[in-house]
């Protein structure tokens, strides 16, 4: 049966999109550009101050001169590791942690019939976690610690509410396009953003700020952004839950994992379900982990200055808007699964092409950003939307907690294998050749899976076009 798209529909179209727009700045401004760069930074600032090589001499890098990785070390719940590692480990740190947190959010949302109340509590956690960022200056990197987890957390605990809403808003053959918007306004957004951030940051002369504290107030507006535009997001979306219970205190903290085992228990009756999420959190682990590293391998490896690293950023960003829109246009006409089939070849040669690329040449690197951003959006919208057509009636928001409890649960891999392949090798080339591993697999898993079969077992009725 096919609903008519009224003006009030659009309007709660508009709303859901609106808030991809506004947490996007955390996601292309926080986490790929500024963290990235500036927290190696200051930990490398820190390690030189405070440790020595084989305790006799000050921290340098291990030939006295330069290096791809320094070799001073720097501590961190007991551990000791290269400064320049500290970003890939921190990034596995803060996903496993947001595991413990998200069955949580999901519990909570379910049981409340404050659903909008509670997308927006975990966004402006984390628009505050990341405004607080702000203060990571000097050597005190452990600041930058402890608000960039709880920004994860914020985070990761609203995308659980806001993907849940797309059941609640969209049709099944509205979802890949809505999906596919969603995905392309949050890139223009989080493009408009780091663009704004970018003319302050290459003018922080004029401004009469340092290059640091250019950063830090990058980090500051990145927590404004989300919390200015959460606001009218969240206003505009429809509050159509009804709660399970009324359970509240630890009551609704324990029912979080008791409902996550339960899922997983349930879920076993949609098998075909459950091999299409393994896929994706395969290959959606190398998504995230390339775009989060993306800055450090040209800074670390390349060796290309903050400019040309923030403007690459930027040129996948409004690149990615478009990719996604391309996406939704050939998922229409050829389906979904084939779309993100090609895709994740395309990812494949995108990785190999940076394995190559020359130190010093940045139209080699610009090259890989194109094909980046016309990937990037549209593999997560699609995939995205087609677990939505699998899941079974009525459980939206309990099968897309167990979607972002698993994305996040498995997005600790990548980074850690990123950092650790840098760490062993002395040279992140090897570390971002590693990630097509990741894809690769992804491909032959989503390859297998019969797409139909999987929507029908879950009693919804297919797309016209799979």
């Known amino acids: 049966m096919t609903v008519a798209v009224t003006r009030e529909r ?22 790929t550009v500024f963290g990235a760069l500036y927290l190696s930074e200051i930990a490398s600032a820190d390690a030189k101050t405070n440790f020595t090589l084989n305790g006799d001499r000050p921290c340098t890098d291990s030939s006295g001169a330069s290096s791809t990785l320094q070799s001073c070390d720097v501590s961190l719940f007991g551990l000791h590791f290269p400064a320049g590692s500290l970003w890939g480990y921190l990034l596995s740190i803060a996903t496993v942690t947001q595991v413990l947190v998200l069955p949580i959010a999901g519990a909570i949302a379910d049981r409340s019939r404050h659903k909008r109340r509670i997308l927006g509590g975990f966004a402006f956690l984390g628009a505050v976690a990341s ?17 960039f987890i709880l920004a994860n957390i914020g985070y990761g605990g609203a995308l659980v509410v806001y993907y849940s809403f797309l059941v609640d808003i969209a049709e099944p053959d509205e979802r890949d396009a809505v999906s596919s918007k969603g995905w392309a306004f949050g890139y223009l957004g989080g493009g408009l953003a780091l663009a704004l951030q970018l003319g302050f940051f290459m003018g922080h002369d004029f401004f009469g700020v340092s290059e640091g504290l250019a950063i830090q107030i990058c980090f500051l507006t990145s927590g404004i952004w989300w919390a200015v535009f959460t606001v009218p997001a969240v206003r505009a979306l429809p509050q159509t839950h009804v709660p399970k219970s009324a359970e509240r205190g630890l009551s609704v903290l324990t029912a979080g994992f008791k409902e996550l085992k339960q899922t997983i228990k349930e879920a076993r009756a949609y098998p075909l379900t459950l091999a299409f999420l393994g ?5 959606t682990d190398g998504i995230t982990t390339v775009v989060a590293v993306s800055a450090q391998y040209g800074k670390d490896e390349l060796k290309y200055s903050t400019q040309v690293l923030i403007v690459t950023i930027l040129v996948i960003q409004f690149l990615a808007y478009a990719g996604a829109m391309i996406h939704g246009a050939i998922a229409a006409r050829i389906g979904a699964k084939k779309t993100i089939l090609g895709s ?3 990812w494949v040669v995108v990785l190999t092409f940076a394995f190559f690329i020359e130190a010093g040449q940045p139209l080699q690197f610009y090259a890989v950003a194109v094909g980046i951003g016309l990937v990037l959006g549209g593999t997560n919208a699609l995939s995205r939307s087609l677990f939505g057509q699998m899941i079974p009636e009525g459980k939206d928001a309990q099968y897309f907690s167990l979607y972002v409890v698993g994305e996040r649960g498995t997005s600790w891999l990548g980074p850690l294998l990123f950092a650790a392949v840098g760490q062993i090798t002395g040279s ?17 898993f989503v ?11 879950a009693g919804n009725r297919p797309p016209a076009v799979l």
């Open 447 to 457: 390859w297998l899976v019969p797409v139909r079969r999987a929507i029908e077992a």
């Open 10 to 31: 659009k309007r709660v179209w508009r709303a859901w999109y609106l808030y991809d727009w506004a947490n996007s700045p955390f996601y292309s401004s926080v986490i």
């Open 428 to 444: 992140f080339r090897w570390a971002i050749i590693a990630l097509v591993i990741f894809f690769v697999l992804g491909f032959v």
């Open 279 to 283: 896929s994706y959190l395969i290959f």
């Open 131 to 147: 405004a607080l960022m702000f203060f990571i200056a000097g050597t005190n990197w452990e600041i930058g610690v402890w608000t």
């Open 344 to 346: 994740l070849v395309a």
